[in-house]
């Protein structure tokens, strides 16, 4: 498979796409258990279970929550008023590629500069299973 642009990378809040997006990112992590006991063998290596699995992310985008994005406006009441959401973090639209999962938006942070552009960003907190799946 050929490198992939980041540039086809999109985000949905349900169905919804999210406006002006600049980047995201998806952390997932596995919980590993020490489960190494006392041995009489002359082993010396660590021994682990799978334990639980979790994930979280972050987006950033060009502010739009007071135009077209009606996605980044459910964000922000997301956010005010704590409700999860369907989050699809799609890899490419044309190769394909997409995490979706409920999650939280745990932060969110809006900055306004004098010469630069007005962002807001978010940090998400899933709860439950996150999929993958590599249709567009």
Known sequence: MAAISGKGGTVYVGSVPVL???G??????????????????????????????????SLSAFWDAGGGSTAQRDMQGNILTP????????VDQTAGGKYSGSAFISRQAVGVD???????????????????TTTT
Do not use: H, K, P
């Open 114 to 132: 004098v010469d630069g552009t007005a962002d807001m960003s978010w940090d998400l907190q899933y709860t439950g299973a996150v999929t993958y």
């Open 83 to 90: 409700a999860a959401a369907t989050i699809v973090l799609e």
């Open 24 to 57: 995201w990112g998806l952390d997932i992590d596995s919980n590993m258990l020490e489960v190494t006991s006392f041995s009489t063998a002359t082993t010396t290596w660590r021994e682990f279970a799978a334990g639980l699995n979790g994930a979280s992310g």
């Open 20 to 22: 002006r997006v600049s």
